[in-house]
Structure formats: structure tokens, C-alpha cells
């Protein structure tokens, strides 16, 4: 059965990669969550998907730019309603520990959002972090940039890694220092997906229309991440049943 997981949260009912996304990823029973994380200027790790706040919060800079006190004091829920005023750019940390508190058993796929900005010191903060805390849910990392997953296998050698792509170039990139476990490819890419990696499970992003759920579920990929975790949930058991 594909799994079903929450991109960036509930990204399409609540700001995305906030604590309420997430919280209301959990409420509604996804079997996984997908979240990006950047480094801070003084080495904190915080979980947004742009390089800078401007979008998302109601301040401005770059994330490799502002201190772990200055990204705290902003507001990262207004911008999508009112009603999520006070929400903030929560730390990888915070994310942990609420889906600790929550019990969350599912699987959670940190995307190294190193395409842009090759942050130094992101691969080793994360298994630190990992080690620290030491999870009950499973974790999955990702990255448009073939170097941080490589990093991160190298580091770690039984951590889960997935091949991230948006183009048929990115796809055909050659892993040959390690081995990945799944690919997260583009829905676009979906056809070429299952003729250069047939043998991998596939985590396909980011699907919110109906009839592109239904075609996955069709194919039985592994799993589909989506900003409407809640309504694939109930596509999904309408199908079943
Ligand atoms: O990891 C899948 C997907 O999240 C990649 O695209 O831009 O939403 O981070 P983006
Ligand atoms: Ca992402």
C-alpha cells in the first residue's frame, strides 16, 4: 500500500514546516512527514524550505545569514492566516521532540536543502542530533545535491539514504562510492523514474491532485508526498474499500 506522507507538514491546510504542521500531520494519521532544513549562522540547524525567511515569515535574510536568537523572534504562521500567528521556524530539534511527545511512529524524511547553499557542518549536526536524542520513528535523508546523502552514508553507513531529482540529468547521475535505498522522484518524472531506477522503491513529490493519487496508488509506488496528507488518507481507504 503507498504510504502517504505530509510535504513539509500539512503544507496545503497549515504553514508549512511549522510545529503545526507537523502536529497536524500526526492528527491525521500520515505515515510520514517530509520537512528542509538549513543551517543558521551560528551552526543551529532550522527546519524552512526557502535559503532566505522572506516568504515565509514576517522578516527578511538568509537563514546562513541570522542567528539562532534572530530567527526565534519571527513570526513564520501569519503569512498563511491569521488564526497561526506565533508559529515560528522551528529547529530540527523542536521537530524531534514534538513527534516524540506525539508518538509518532512513521517515517520522517529530512531533505538536506544543500542544492543552493552547501552548508558546512549540516551532515554531521543532523547525526548528532539523531544520536543525541535517538528517535522512535524512522528517518529517511534526501538531497538535491548528490554530495550531502554520500556524506551522510559515508558517515553512517546503515542510515537511509533517497536519491532526489527533478530532471532526467539528475537522474541519471551515478552513485558509485555508495548505495542509496529509494528514490524521490519528480511526478513529471514519474515514467522515467521506473525505467532508470525500476528496482527502487520511489517516493514521488508532490502530489495533491486526485487523479495523479489515484495513478500512483494504481502503481503501487512506495509512498506519495503531498500537501493534502488528510484527503490522500481518505482517497486511499476509499480505493481500499
Ligand atoms: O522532497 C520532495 C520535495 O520536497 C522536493 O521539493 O522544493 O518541495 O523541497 P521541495
Ligand atoms: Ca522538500
Redesign the pocket.
Known amino acids: 500500500m503507498t504510504k502517504i506522507f505530509a510535504?513539509?507538514g500539512s503544507r496545503g491546510t497549515h504553514p508549512e514546516n511549522t510545529l503545526a504542521a507537523f502536529q497536524e500531520a500526526v492528527r491525521v494519521q500520515s505515515d510520514g512527514i517530509?520537512l528542509?532544513v538549513h543551517v543558521s549562522k551560528d551552526g543551529a540547524l532550522f527546519v524552512i524550505?526557502d535559503e532566505t525567511v522572506d516568504r515565509t515569515t514576517n522578516g527578511s535574510g538568509s537563514i546562513q545569514d541570522l542567528t539562532l536568537e534572530e530567527i526565534q523572534a519571527l513570526d513564520a504562521g501569519s503569512w498563511f492566516d491569521e488564526s497561526f500567528t506565533g508559529e515560528k521556524i522551528p529547529t530540527l530539534e523542536e521537530v524531534f521532540q514534538l513527534l516524540q511527545k506525539l508518538n509518532f511512529k512513521g517515517e520522517l524524511?529530512i531533505?538536506l536543502?544543500t542544492d543552493q547553499i552547501e552548508y558546512a557542518g549540516i551532515v554531521e549536526k543532523c547525526v548528532a542530533l539523531q544520536e543525541r536524542l535517538q528517535p522512535n520513528f524512522a528517518i529517511i535523508y534526501?538531497s538535491?545535491n548528490p554530495r550531502s546523502i554520500i556524506q551522510m552514508k559515508q558517515l553512517r553507513p546503515n542510515q537511509e539514504i533517497a536519491f532526489?531529482y527533478?530532471t532526467v540529468e539528475m537522474a541519471n547521475f551515478v552513485f558509485e562510492e555508495v548505495k542509496f535505498e529509494a528514490v524521490?522522484p519528480d511526478y513529471r518524472l514519474l515514467k522515467e523514474s521506473f525505467e532508470i531506477h525500476s528496482q527502487y522503491p520511489k517516493r514521488v513529490?508532490?502530489v495533491n491532485q486526485e487523479e495523479e493519487m489515484k495513478h500512483c496508488f494504481e502503481l503501487n509506488v512506495e509512498a506519495i508526498?503531498t500537501d493534502y496528507p488528510q484527503k490522500a488518507l481518505e482517497l486511499r481507504s476509499e480505493i481500499k474499500e
Open positions: 510535504h513539509r517530509e528542509d524550505h524524511n531533505e536543502k534526501s538535491f532526489l527533478e524521490h513529490w508532490t508526498f
